[in-house]
């Protein structure tokens, strides 16, 4: 399973874009992960 991290800055409206880039990835089988050494993907 290919894993993703996401690093936000700024304000409400970019973590919630954040949030729906997550899911997004998350339904098309990415695995989130808390490092992001550990990612293949880095948001």
């Known amino acids: 399973m290919p894993?993703?991290?996401?690093?936000?800055?700024g304000c409400q409206m970019n973590e919630r874009d954040s949030e729906q880039v997550a899911h997004s990835l998350i339904a098309r089988g990415?695995?989130?992960v808390?490092?992001?050494?550990?990612?293949d993907v880095v948001l």
Request: with cysteine; hydrophobic share 25%; charged share 40%.
């Open 3 to 9: 894993k993703f991290f996401i690093k936000t800055y």
């Open 34 to 39: 808390s490092c992001e050494t550990e990612a």
């Open 30 to 32: 990415y695995e989130r």
